[in-house]
């Protein structure tokens, strides 16, 4: 009972319980392959390389409020809650004896930045007369590619190796794409 009486039939309790309705749908694929293989490539010690792929694909990343209110999010870049559609990362990683060179690059899809925006160049006016003001210019937010770099040497020494190592993270420099932001 959500109100208990005493024996007079005065209120004593009121309990109230909160239910959540609301939802969330997450769908997608991830996937991973590795390659690994001896090679004789540039001599000097034993050589191998080593490639791995990850890859997701996010199909769907939405919330059903308990109101009845659907939001996709999947494909938004712009806001804290949202993931673009394709992410895959690629590693090669190329070993010569003690010499070490790994390759690992970065693509993030393009996306859109808010999809409760409207993107028009122009203003719509609304029912009531005046701009619409859930408008954009530029609701596009477009993919990018990283590249990363690390070079590793290893020295023995008698506890096992001893590593040097430089690394170079954004090896071309890339800026992330521009957004608006409302500060």
Request: a negative charge; charged letters at 15%.
């Amino acid at each position: 009972p959500l109100v208990v009486l005493d024996a007079g039939k005065n209120i004593i309790e009121v309990d109230r319980f909160f239910i959540n309705f609301s939802q969330q749908f997450i769908a997608g694929v991830d996937f991973e392959a590795s390659y690994r293989k001896s090679v004789h490539l540039f001599g000097g010690g034993p050589e191998d390389i080593a490639f791995r792929l990850y890859a997701t694909d996010l199909m769907k990343n939405a919330t059903l409020t308990q109101f009845g209110s659907y939001d996709e999010w999947a494909g938004q870049v712009g806001t804290a809650r949202s993931l673009p559609k394709h992410k895959y990362n690629l590693n090669i990683t190329y070993d010569n004896g003690p010499y070490s060179v790994f390759l690992q690059g970065r693509y993030i899809s393009d996306g859109i930045l808010d999809h409760t925006l409207i993107q028009s160049n122009v203003a719509i006016i609304g029912a009531n007369g005046l701009p619409v003001s859930n408008t954009i210019n530029n609701n596009h937010v477009g993919g990018l590619f990283y590249m990363d770099m690390n070079l590793q040497y290893s020295v023995p020494v008698p506890t096992g190796d001893f590593k040097i190592y430089a690394e170079v993270q954004n090896l071309f420099d890339r800026d992330p794409p521009s957004t608006p932001a409302a500060y």
